[in-house]
């Protein structure tokens, strides 16, 4: 899976077989839940059974939240597939499996970037984990994702813990995990 993202989040777990704990469950159970968690690929918990996604069409700007298979599960990339069919489709929002609803959309202007991010070509990296297939967020120069105002993220000197799966084979010159912002 390959992920870049600008800002703080947990990420997906590319884990092959789902068990009945998924990584978010794993972090509550150890006391230090999950603040955010973000996937284009999974649930991060083995309940979960929201939105993970949603993709805009190209051809009319219609939207779709792309869901889950089943609780815990995978994402139901066939249901990208038929909204995207005959078109191209990018991703406008990654949301937050977390109760505290930190969504992640397309990257308004700010600090080192001085205008929106473009949002990642919903199709360009397909994926078969698990035998399932999935989607993941490949991101290139000048996209990315943020939330401004979030709930429950630490601030300051607070202790946090960054849980994220990326690809080593996407990556450049530059320093620690950067896509070119």
Same mark, same amino acid.
């Given at each position: ?63 779709? =939240?792309?869901?889950?298979?089943? @609780?815990? *599960?995978? $994402?139901?990339? /066939? ?6 069919? +005959? ?14 609803? =930190?969504?992640?959309?397309?990257? @308004?202007? *700010?600090? $080192?970037?001085? /205008? ?6 919903? +199709? ?58």
């Amino acid at each position: 899976m390959k992920l870049c993202y600008f800002g703080l989040l947990v990420a997906a777990s590319a884990a092959p077989a789902l068990t009945t704990e998924a990584p978010c469950d794993i972090f509550a159970e150890g006391g230090t839940p999950c603040v955010a968690a973000h996937s284009t690929v999974r649930a991060l918990y083995a309940k979960y059974d929201g939105d993970l996604y949603q993709v805009q069409r190209a051809s009319d700007e219609s939207v779709f =939240n792309v869901n889950t298979l089943h @609780p815990g *599960g995978f $994402a139901d990339a /066939a249901s990208q597939d038929t909204f995207c069919d +005959s078109t191209s489709c990018v991703i406008q929002r990654i949301f937050d499996q977390s109760p505290n609803q =930190n969504h992640l959309d397309v990257a @308004p202007p *700010g600090g $080192a970037h001085p /205008a929106k991010d473009t949002p990642a070509n919903a +199709s360009a990296d397909a994926l078969s984990v698990g035998g399932h297939a999935v989607y993941s967020a490949y991101f290139e120069g000048g996209m990315g994702y943020r939330i401004d105002n979030t709930t429950g993220i630490a601030k300051n000197d607070e202790a946090e813990t960054i849980y994220m799966v990326t690809s080593g084979t996407h990556y450049n010159d530059r320093c620690c995990f950067d896509c070119e912002f």
